[in-house]
């Protein structure tokens, strides 16, 4: 059981505090939806190795009693199994497969190119440190320099 009715939960946030990650947010939505308070380790896109003591390259992740949890979907089914006589989040197998199917035409319809838009505007608004690994990291990804894909 959560201890004193709170999960650990590791954040992504820009410069702001604003969390960025849509992973991150529907986690944190689903363990207030269960009913738990968060204890929010706050942090960047660098650092996430140092920050989660190795256990992961990538959040969301969540500490339960000791537990690590790693993964938005993974950590929706622990809370629902784990806490069963809390409010539901998947429910029935066919939610979470019509959640995924929702999400990956959501990514390549809208998301995506949207964030063409804003890819800039994104590294500049997160923390200074991250600054180099967003540049780099969204370059590679959308084959271009920053300022080159917003313009187009």
């Not at 201890?3 to 992504?12: E, Q, V, W």
């Not at 939505?29 to 390259?57: C, L, N, Q, W």
């Not at 939610?95 to 999400?103: L, N, R, Y």
Request: with cysteine; net charge negative; aromatic share 12%.
């Amino acid at each position: 059981m959560a201890k004193d009715n709170r999960i650990t939960l590791y954040d992504l946030q820009i410069a702001s505090g604003a969390t960025i990650s849509p992973f991150v947010w529907a986690t944190k939505y689903a363990i207030a939806h269960k009913g738990f308070e968060m204890d929010i380790v706050p942090g960047g896109f660098t650092g996430i190795m140092e920050r989660t003591g190795g256990k992961s390259e990538r959040l969301p992740a969540i500490v339960d009693d000791g537990e690590w949890i790693l993964d938005s979907w993974l950590i929706a089914e622990y809370l629902d199994e784990k806490y069963p006589d809390r409010p539901t989040l998947i429910g029935d197998p066919s939610v979470k497969i019509t959640g995924q199917f929702i999400e990956q035409w959501l990514w390549a319809t809208a998301v995506g190119p949207w964030m063409r838009c804003y890819v800039k505007s994104y590294r500049d608004r997160s923390l200074e440190c991250d600054h180099e690994y967003v540049t780099t990291s969204r370059e590679k990804m959308m084959g271009g320099k920053l300022e080159d894909i917003v313009v187009g």
